[in-house]
């Protein structure tokens, strides 16, 4: 083995481990020293990155978050699924000091976990069994408050956001706190959002570096460089929601459906020469007057997954995009928690600790 390690060249080497799993890297630090400092190498992990996220757009993944009942109950299941779909255990950690703990949401390889009153947060990678618990921010008075999570492009930086709406307010001043792994700390200012336009984390993505927020009104964008918050209003021809905002393919993406002839239309929010202007992809097929038709996720590879009434029950479906065709299919056989998009890396935060 150390013939290998001195026989070949380190870019060939480089370029062989870059396209290998996360765990099989753990496994190749233990080969020689140059390997340990390869795969260590921050440009290495970048790299490695880069090939996870782009073979992840040819087969679609969805990390499964499970405790260990939960994963014993559904690895054996017998089911197929259009996805490959990792089952996570969670560490024992999280369930003694996380009160009914769910996904929050996930970026290049770190998912994050909060507890039901958002106070106790976790930056975590499953792949390299690393967490860390975030601090707690200050504490207002306030009458709601909903938390995202998300990445700053430009700084390398992954942030939570904190929106507080305070009491006995006109219904627009609200405190805006932002957590930033690289500052280690919590910094927070005034906004004026109305009450109604921050809710549920559910129908919330993360696309180029800016959340997207639904609300009644439209979007609320907050770009994670800038932390500022913008409302891009729904298109106003469009009669009801058929899916919350979604990442696809680098674009955010919902499912309209026309006041007139009822029809659903997949639209993406584009930057136009400088504008965020809302462009129909096409039209669904298939999509009868009266039926009811409810895309929830995005798989990747261009198919949807969600639900469609076929009198006189509701059924599991797939929309591919590319081929403009809804096909019934099995249940997915998902827990409550679940991280879209979710790819293997090797990045870790300063902060990390290991964790089993």
Known sequence: MKNLCRDIPEDVITVILSRLPV?????????????????????????????????????????????????????????????????????????????????????????????????????????????????????????????????????????????NYRQNSDNQSSIIQVYSANAGSWREFEARIKRNWMGSTSGNTTVKGVLYIQCSEGLISFNWHTEVLVLLPFPSFTQRRLSPAMNFEGSVAMFFQYVDDESVCLWTLDNVS????????????????????????YLGAGLFYGRKLISPHYHNVLYDSEKNVTKICG???????????YTESLVSLQGFQQVE
């Open 23 to 163: 765990k099989s890297l753990l496994r190749c630090k233990s080969v020689c020293k140059p390997w340990l400092s390869i795969i260590s190498n921050p440009s290495f992990i970048k790299s490695h990155l880069h090939n996870a996220i782009i073979a992840s757009r040819k087969i679609p993944k969805i990390a499964n978050i499970l405790d260990p009942v939960q994963f014993l109950e559904l690895q054996d299941l017998s089911f197929t699924c259009p996805v490959h779909i990792d089952f996570i255990v969670m560490p024992h950690l999280f369930h003694e000091t996380l009160l009914e703990p769910h996904v929050i949401g996930c970026y290049n390889g770190i998912i994050c976990l909060c507890d039901m009153s958002g106070m106790s947060v976790y930056f975590w990678n499953p792949s390299i069994r690393q967490c860390m618990k975030i601090p707690s921010p200050p504490i207002h008075e306030c009458l709601g408050a909903s938390i995202n999570f998300g990445y700053d492009l430009i700084n390398n930086d992954y942030k939570l956001l904190i929106v």
């Open 274 to 297: 400088g504008q965020m202007t809302w462009r129909r992809r096409h039209r669904v097929k298939g999509n009868h007057p009266g039926s009811s038709l409810c895309l929830t996720l």
């Open 331 to 341: 249940p997915l056989c998902l827990s409550n928690n679940i991280a879209r998009g």
